[in-house]
């Protein structure tokens, strides 16, 4: 049975808006839960010489500087646990409610221990809301905490410092130096690129582990080319030679493919790695042959590709071809060399 190729794009448009969604999905919610080498909190007691134990056992500033109270301080619990005012206040309303009226008295209580029962969110909340409040000097506070949900509460502050004081950003972290997650880095860099997207990419490209620079810097990308497309897009075409942006042109791609396959199809042409330049112009293709079969097909014939990759894309046009490989994605038993 012949489908249609409007059926058949259908298909092929809900694939790829569906692996959009699941990747930015997945990278949201990873990066609140990401901090993985800032601080397991399982091994809080325990002696480790790993870079992240070492993080939590002292390369933080010792000074106190007005840092909350540690875990297990008996003052401190006392003081917390005599205030009828406070435990009525956390009693009638949600904890998270409380944060947001008494962030320091919130956080109090959960360095000493009052709040046996608080998860991972409300960790990051209470340092969210007392950076949001007190910007780096809090954000330093928290960084002195060496108790249980450490990872957490840095996580927090890290994304709200961010969020609210970009400006103070680069320089807290490169004081700090902490170690960071893939995810955490990108969500970062994301949340950097609102206000200054080339400060966020300058940070990202700053970052001392290849693989982490080449994914943060490609979430500060998207976050430019989401607020000011134009601009991140000029930006990029004069820069993309000098850079590793096989993932910022993705994502131009990307945003542009169903409105101008043509352009998309140029971006295309400007990836490094043959198989994602691949993968790019046969999805940029589809939607040019949607718009106008004859174009697409101009386009394969004057394009200047290896005879093996102009049969791939003619037969991918063919709208059983496409049926037929499911969602056009090269695999690695049929590997194509594109050039000539």
């Not at 259908?10 to 699941?22: D, E, G, M, Q, S």
């Not at 003052?75 to 009525?88: W, Y």
Request: proline share 4%; net charge negative.
């Amino acid at each position: 049975m012949r489908v249609s190729e409007p059926a058949v794009l259908k298909k092929v448009n809900n694939r790829i808006y569906l692996n959009w969604f699941l990747s930015v999905y997945s990278a949201g919610i990873t990066a609140v839960l990401a901090w993985v080498v800032m601080g397991n909190d399982s091994m809080d007691d325990q002696t480790s010489h790993s870079p992240a134990a070492a993080l939590n056992e002292g390369s933080l500033a010792s000074a106190s500087n007005g840092a909350p109270s540690a875990s297990g301080n008996p003052e401190a619990k006392s003081s917390v646990a005599s205030s009828p005012e406070l435990r009525g206040k956390s009693g009638r309303r949600s904890f998270l409610d409380f944060c947001d009226d008494d962030p320091k008295s919130a956080w109090d209580q959960l360095t000493s221990g009052l709040r046996p029962d608080a998860d991972d969110s409300d960790w990051q909340h209470a340092a969210g809301v007392l950076v949001s409040r007190g910007g780096v000097d809090a954000c330093r506070d928290i960084f002195e905490y060496e108790g249980p949900k450490r990872g957490m509460a840095k996580t927090g502050a890290l994304m709200t410092l961010a969020r609210k004081f970009p400006e103070s950003f680069s320089s807290f972290f490169k004081e700090k130096a902490p170690p960071i997650s893939t995810d955490l880095a990108g969500a970062i860099a994301y949340q950097l690129s609102a206000k200054n997207p080339q400060a966020a990419l300058k940070w990202a490209m700053g970052l001392p582990d290849q693989d982490l620079s080449h994914d943060a810097s490609s979430w500060a990308f998207r976050g430019w080319l989401s607020n000011s497309p134009m601009e991140a897009s000029s930006w990029l075409r004069d820069n993309h030679q000098s850079l590793d942006a096989d993932g910022m042109i993705s994502s131009v791609i990307f945003s542009t493919r169903e409105s101008d396959p043509a352009a998309a199809l140029a971006w295309a042409e400007r990836i490094t790695n043959n198989q994602d330049q691949i993968r790019e112009i046969e999805r940029a293709l589809i939607f040019l042959a949607e718009k106008n079969r004859e174009e697409a097909m101009g386009w394969i014939e004057q394009a200047n590709y290896s005879n093996q990759a102009k049969a791939r894309f003619r037969n991918l046009i063919d709208e059983e071809a496409m049926v037929q490989i499911g969602g056009f994605s090269a695999n690695k038993s049929d590997v194509v060399v594109l050039k000539k």
